[in-house]
Each structure stands twice: as structure tokens, then as C-alpha cells.
């Protein structure tokens, strides 16, 4: 079964701290979004990898292609990044995206 | 900015009553996504819509779902016989171009409430 995990579940982190979020996944995929739900419900799209590294503002998400594996970073985190983060990827065998079950971020002053 | 936005933001129905949930996608996007998460659970696809027809669908999109986009802006899901295992928040999502680059961009969602 082709699977998207997410580490950790949750994270508490303190203001300014560097934090990285883990993505692995199973089989191979043709892209990998990073998604931020915030506490109302609504979605944000972050990025979107198919390769390498993308940088917008404190945010960072990198891919490995060949180990499977996506990193999200947030540098100088600040208590507005509290938030649950969602990869999803779309298997090279289809279009629709998979979803991981969330890494629930609190950032605290 | 564009945007896609949903409406209503909440809908409260009774067992076996059919709703339609409404969308508009960002007006030059070719590519329309229906998604749901149930509360605590992870987001799952539901169906994907291109050139005026379902592209892809998961198994959750049976008989009682149907998709439309009736006038070229508008974009629904039709639940034709809620059930309270219906219960959720529904996400609308667009793209504008094929290729592994092209970001999806999602509504604010519809909370559905089966009773």
C-alpha cells in the first residue's frame, strides 16, 4: 500500500527555534506539496517539489527523490507558524494527491 | 490575489436530504479538486474534474456523489442522500496547467454537519 508518513506528530517548539519536519513515502512520486492548516480549517498551499530546494521567506522545503523522503524547515520560528503542516504527494502512477496525517506545530512565545 | 472560495462556509443538514456544495475556482484554471477531512482525520481526495469531466476518482466517490460545473465559474459536489458518516469539511481546490510544478490552490472548505 503506497503510504505518506509525517514526523513528528506534534511539536512544541520556543520563539526563534529552528524546526524541521519530516515527509517519507513509499513508492515513487511526480510532486510533493507542503500545506499549512491553520486552527479554523482552511488550507495553504506552501510548496510544491518535484526536485531540490524552494525558499520563501523562513520557510524551506527540500526533496530527496531517491531516498523518499521531503523536509520542511522554518527558521527563527515565531507563535503565527502554530499550525498543523500537511505533505501530500501525487504518485508517479496518478493525479490525485495522498495526504499525511499532519505534523501539529505550536510555537511558543 | 485570485482565490478560490466556497460557499456556505457551514451547512447543517438532516439524514437523507441532499446538498450541494459550491465552488469557485481561480477563473483561468483548468484543473477542479473535491477533497474532504473528517474532524482529527487526514485530508482524502475525492474526485478531480477536467474538460468537463471526472478525471480521477477515489473509492469514497460513489453513486451518491456527482460533480458539475454548470455556467463555467461555478463548481459543485451534490451529496444526494447525506449520511451522518457524511460529516466533514469539504475542500474545493483548483490548478491552472498540467506538470508536476503546477500548486493546487484550495478553498476555505464547507463544513458539512449531518444530523
Known amino acids: 500500500k503506497n503510504e505518506v508518513e509525517q514526523s513528528p506528530q506534534n511539536l512544541t517548539a520556543q520563539e526563534g527555534e529552528f524546526i524541521t519536519i519530516n515527509c517519507s513515502y513509499s513508492v515513487g512520486i511526480s510532486a510533493l506539496h507542503w500545506l499549512q492548516q491553520h486552527p479554523g480549517g482552511g488550507i495553504v498551499s506552501l510548496f510544491m517539489?518535484?526536485?531540490g530546494k524552494k525558499k520563501h521567506g523562513r520557510l524551506i522545503a527540500t526533496i530527496n527523490i531517491q531516498e523518499k523522503h521531503s523536509s520542511l524547515h522554518i527558521t527563527a520560528s515565531h507563535p503565527r507558524d502554530s499550525a498543523v503542516y500537511i505533505c501530500?504527494?501525487?504518485?508517479?502512477?496518478?493525479?490525485?494527491?495522498?495526504f499525511g496525517t499532519g505534523t501539529s506545530l505550536t510555537v511558543i512565545p | 490575489e485570485p482565490e478560490v472560495t466556497q460557499t456556505p462556509s457551514h451547512q447543517v443538514t438532516q439524514m437523507g436530504q441532499e446538498v450541494i456544495l459550491r465552488c469557485v475556482p481561480i477563473s483561468n484554471h483548468l484543473y477542479f479538486y473535491w477533497y474532504r477531512q473528517i474532524l482529527g482525520q487526514k485530508v482524502e481526495f475525492l474526485v478531480s474534474?477536467?474538460?468537463?469531466?471526472?478525471?480521477?476518482k477515489s473509492e469514497i466517490f460513489d453513486d451518491q456523489f456527482s460533480v458539475e460545473r454548470p455556467d463555467g465559474s461555478n463548481f459543485t459536489l451534490k451529496i444526494r442522500s447525506t449520511k451522518l458518516e457524511d460529516s466533514a469539511m469539504y475542500f474545493c481546490?483548483?490548478?491552472?496547467?498540467?506538470?508536476?510544478?503546477?500548486?493546487?490552490?484550495f478553498g476555505p472548505g464547507t463544513r458539512l454537519t449531518v444530523t
Open positions: 517539489l518535484s526536485s
Open positions: 474534474f477536467y474538460n468537463n469531466e471526472i478525471s480521477e
Open positions: 481546490a483548483s490548478r491552472g496547467r498540467r506538470g508536476a510544478s503546477s500548486e493546487q490552490y
Open positions: 501530500a504527494v501525487r504518485w508517479d502512477t496518478g493525479n490525485q494527491f495522498y
